[in-house]
């Protein structure tokens, strides 16, 4: 209630504003006049009514009020929820022009930003400010030395780790514009963007293989949510694990299976063959082909659950996706590479100023704006919504549920109506592919098998006469276009086979249809076996099946709350995650402070301290022997070169110590302190192995090596 008044008076002082836009008569200057006001203000309001006017000139479209008003608020400062379908895209343009500084206008992926980069690109030329799209194969030193790029948020995470491992060029952090920013920031979170480093680890591929043997030993058990914390261990069970949590531990009775397994004095020695057992054990329990990755060209290939689009280059911790690989028996990928990594939590918090737009903002307000410190605003709708939505059709089994999709297909559907048909992942959209096949009903599939034809498969799926059949990949950012004839037919009929465990998902869903003022419909058909029922503790779903048989009871209502439980969960999890990051990014700011402070002095300043006399001595005699200008070379390129290797290792460390922490059941409180301790203590050690080892290759250099590296 609070925030819908903050919100009024938000868009209150908005639309005063965009009032004044009015005031600047600008239609009747020539187009030079244009580009030389634009230039030359510095009054953001005449900036806005330029801007607009040059919209409506080079691409014939006339900004309405609502689009002016989200414009403002970004470039004030805010991130803005604007329905889908009411031209975010020029909005983000316009933000770009106004701030007339280097941004990333990122996209959900790289078919949206060539297409609006397209669509754009006339309006950035008029006012000769440099644009280009992001992709793969672009020289990235010419790429990012334009004033705007439109990049996927994947493309352009990599690119910076690519950076910072191998500078090329300075990379900009000025201003970032994101299109579906709940997605970026809340619903890919958790998600880890690496890249491989020359820097290697073994993992012992044996001790995977290993895992795989003996796992059959192991009686794992499913514990409820309510439980997982509390969990009374059983004498017969060796292992838990929660999918509502994402995480699996061994019992006590797991501990001494694993010691007579392997011997005690064995096992305890080798914390390797303990990390192989754990991520087997939640990669055979907790990650599932279809719906967590694919197999593609033999390799495990990442999906997205949140938009059920591949995440091609990502990968997860060494050990859990080496567990999975092994699972399925493709080549290793990750036997040697220590790997970069970084989250879109952190990496986007680096850029000076982070704005960006969604259609679901409003259920997660408090997120960014306790978290990001970013202002929310949500911006009313242009266009009222002739999408009808029908109430969820329930079903006791999920055999019922697809039994009615086919005889409402068959005989309930308007004539030619195209249908769209929402599964929640590819191994369920390929079983309804496949089914309305083998009943003679055409459909054509969206899933990430098919990603490469999504253009002509979202082209035909608004014709009249369509059936297509697609993952929750059209989710977000997709523009369906409906011909003549459909919008006679009540438009584009979306069914959707699940309720999504974030209510934003089903909400983005049904954007797909009725948009910009067309007709549509919308339905839920839910059956009781689906796995969001899967999140309900063991007492709510007794209660739950018994009020069923007795009475008549509000399953929507129901679902809802699941929803909520789930959404509350995430956000403390994605809070202590991005604190945890957090922590990680000063414990690399105060290494490279340090790196600077001992680029300030020279081997001098380490001689001191060392405490090997024979190491001493050699390094006094080095530094004699080469002089005062090749030593000052010499210890730089050490310092450089032997603190970069250290902090990969010590980032490995830490990122495994954040990925067992949630093991020790600690509070929040307690995590957080834990691993502040835990960082200080790493930091002193890596500090001390790293003067070691300039102490050490400095004693060991060779005059004739150095001469020639130089």
């Known amino acids: 209630m609070l925030y819908k008044f903050i919100n009024k008076i938000r868009l209150k002082n908005i639309y005063r504003q965009i009032k004044k836009v009015e ?83 990122v996209t959900v992926n790289d078919y949206l930003a060539k297409r609006d980069y397209i669509l754009m690109k006339p309006l950035y030329d008029f006012f000769d400010v440099t644009v280009d799209y992001n992709c793969k194969n672009k020289n990235k030193k010419n790429l990012y030395a334009n004033q705007v790029i439109y990049t996927s948020s994947s493309e352009l995470i990599f690119d910076y780790l690519r950076n910072e491992l191998k500078p090329v060029f300075q990379f900009p952090l000025n201003n970032v514009i994101i299109d579906e920013i709940d997605f970026v920031l809340l619903d890919n979170a958790l998600s880890k963007f690496s890249i491989a480093t020359s820097k290697y680890e073994n993992i012992n591929i044996k001790n995977f293989k290993i895992a795989k043997e003996i796992m059959p030993m192991f009686k794992c058990k499913e514990v409820s949510r309510r439980n997982f914390n509390n969990y009374v261990e059983e004498e017969d069970v060796h292992c838990v694990y929660s999918e509502y949590y994402g995480t699996a531990y061994f019992t006590e009775e797991g501990m001494k299976l694993i010691e007579k397994i392997f011997g005690k004095d064995t096992f305890y020695k080798n914390i390797d063959l303990y990390k192989a057992l754990l991520a087997t054990i939640e990669a ?179 014709i009249h006469g369509a059936i297509t059949v697609s993952t929750n990949m059209v989710g977000r950012g997709t523009d369906i276009k409906i011909d003549e004839e459909t919008k006679k037919k009540n438009g584009l009929k979306l069914i959707c086979l699940n309720r999504f465990l974030d209510k934003r998902i089903d909400d983005q869903v049904r954007g797909r249809t009725a948009r910009q003022g067309d007709i549509g419909e919308c339905i839920f058909y839910i059956s009781l076996e689906d796995d969001i029922f899967n999140y309900m503790n063991s007492s709510e779903y007794k209660k739950f099946i018994k009020s069923i048989k007795t009475t008549k009871i509000n399953i929507t209502k129901i679902l809802d709350k699941i929803q909520k439980d789930i959404n509350l969960r995430n956000y403390k999890v994605r809070k202590i995650n991005y604190i945890l990051d957090f922590i990680l990014e000063q414990q690399k700011l105060s290494i490279e402070a340090w790196k600077e402070y001992l680029k300030e002095k020279d081997m001098n300043f380490i001689l001191k301290d060392v405490e090997n006399k024979k190491i001493k001595k050699s390094v006094y005699n080095n530094y004699l022997s080469f002089g005062k200008e090749l030593s000052t070379k010499l210890y730089l390129s050490l310092v450089d070169f032997i603190i970069s290797e250290q902090y990969l290792l010590l980032r490995s460390d830490m990122e495994d110590i954040k990925h067992y922490l949630q093991y020790y059941n600690l509070s929040e409180k307690d995590a957080i302190t834990e691993y502040e301790r835990i960082c200080n203590k790493q930091v002193d050690k890596f500090k001390d192995i790293t003067l070691e080892l300039i102490e050490n290759h400095f004693a060991t250099a060779k005059i004739d090596k150095i001469r020639w590296g130089g």
């Open 284 to 462: 055979n329990l907790l990650f599932k082909n279809g719906k967590d990755y694919i197999i593609q060209d033999n390799q495990i290939v990442l999906i997205n659950r949140a938009n059920g689009r591949k995440m091609v280059n990502s990968k997860l911790d060494a050990q859990l996706h080496t567990a999975i690989e092994i699972k399925e028996n493709v080549p290793v990928t990750l036997k040697n590479s220590l790997n970069y990594s970084m989250s879109y939590q952190v990496f986007f918090k680096k850029y000076k100023n982070m704005v960006g737009m969604s259609g679901t903002i409003y259920s997660a307000y408090k997120e960014f704006e306790e978290l990001y410190k970013v202002p929310t605003v949500v911006i009313p709708s242009h266009n009222e919504s002739k999408r009808i939505d029908y109430a969820d059709l329930i079903f006791n089994t999920k055999k019922e549920k697809y039994e009615y999709l086919l005889y409402s297909l068959k005989y309930k559907r308007n004539k030619n109506q195209p249908i769209l048909i929402i599964t929640g992942n590819d191994e369920e959209s390929n079983k309804v592919h496949e089914m309305l096949k083998n009943n003679n009903i055409h459909s054509n599939l969206l899933n990430s098998y098919t990603e490469d034809l999504e253009d002509e498969i979202i082209r035909k799926a608004g």
């Open 23 to 105: 005031k600047y008569n600008v239609e009747n200057m020539s187009n030079e006049d244009l580009k030389q006001a634009y230039k030359e203000s510095q009054n953001i309001i005449c900036k806005l009514a330029v801007v607009q006017e040059a919209v409506y000139r080079i691409l014939k479209i006339r900004p309405y009020k609502e689009q002016l008003m989200c414009a403002y608020a970004l470039y004030k400062g805010h991130i803005a929820e604007m329905p889908t379908g009411e031209g975010k895209t020029l909005v983000a343009a316009i933000v770009a022009l106004l701030l007339n500084d280097i941004v990333h206008i």
